[in-house]
T-cell receptor
Framework: NAGVTQTPKFQVLKTGQSMTLQCAQD?????MSWYRQDPGMGLRLIHY???????DQGEVPNGYNVSRSTTEDFPLRLLSAAPSQTSVYFC?????????????FGDGTRLSIL | DQQVKQNSPSLSVQEGRISILNCDYTNSMFDYFLWYKKYPAEGPTFLISISSIKDKNEDGRFTVFLNKSAKHLSLHIVPSQPGDSAVYFCAASVGGGADGLTFGKGTHLIIQP
């Protein structure tokens, strides 16, 4: 059971380059989200989706785009990378449920922008 | 403004004793609270949760207590084991978590042999 799979695990980019961080889940979860974690900080929400075709902004959305064409995939796009986007990125998924359901996280993508 | 606060960046506890990790929140709309455990180079792993309609939830060695009037929750680990050494994140959500979680900064728990 793969759960939430993120690729790549590591990436180094130059300022101004673009790239897509991939996230796929095999649990048929409706909810998916992207977070970034910086040193000494908790995870901060970038974008989230409550289902295919539906996305919305989180706490720190600037510089990132998302789309959700299928239930399984939720890619995160950096349009023009900046050093401030150096971080560890986590994708998560969960299903709706009364009282809430825990989110399941991938192992992260470590991104460095030079 | 931080809505979920973990004021202890680190905590050292002797093996076999109780570990108590604390978390405070400011948003009264939060109705679901979760604790995650994180090892280096891995994603957070769900540990235990509690709904705002309860004041206690227990799962094996882990118990979470919620004090709504004080906007405070705590995670108790009894007895503490070496494998419990990790960073623990407190998180909260509104309305079942459809719009994501709000995390604290984490507490690094170190279990001393």
């Amino acid at each position: 059971n793969a759960g939430v799979t993120q690729t790549p695990k590591f990436q180094v980019l130059k300022t101004g380059q673009s790239m897509t961080l991939q996230c796929a889940q095999d649990m048929n979860h409706e909810y998916m989200s992207w977070y970034r974690q910086d040193p000494g900080m908790g995870l901060r929400l970038i974008h989230y989706s409550v289902g295919a075709g539906i996305t919305d902004q989180g706490e720190v959305p600037n510089g990132y785009n998302v789309s959700r064409s299928t239930t399984e995939d939720f890619p995160l796009r950096l349009l023009s990378a900046a050093p401030s986007q150096t971080s560890v990125y986590f994708c998560a998924s969960s299903s709706p449920g009364q009282g809430g359901q825990p989110q399941h996280f991938g192992d992260g993508t470590r991104l460095s922008i030079l | 403004d931080q809505q979920v606060k973990q004021n202890s960046p680190s905590l050292s506890v002797q093996e076999g004793r109780i570990s108590i990790l604390n978390c405070d929140y400011t948003n009264s709309m939060f109705d679901y609270f979760l604790w995650y455990k994180k090892y280096p180079a891995e994603g957070p792993t769900f540990l235990i949760s509690i709904s705002s309609i309860k004041d206690k939830n227990e799962d094996g060695r882990f118990t979470v207590f919620l004090n709504k009037s004080a906007k405070h929750l705590s995670l108790h680990i009894v007895p503490s084991q070496p494998g419990d050494s990790a960073v623990y994140f407190c998180a909260a959500s509104v309305g079942g978590g459809a719009d994501g979680l709000t995390f604290g900064k984490g507490t690094h728990l170190i279990i001393q042999p």
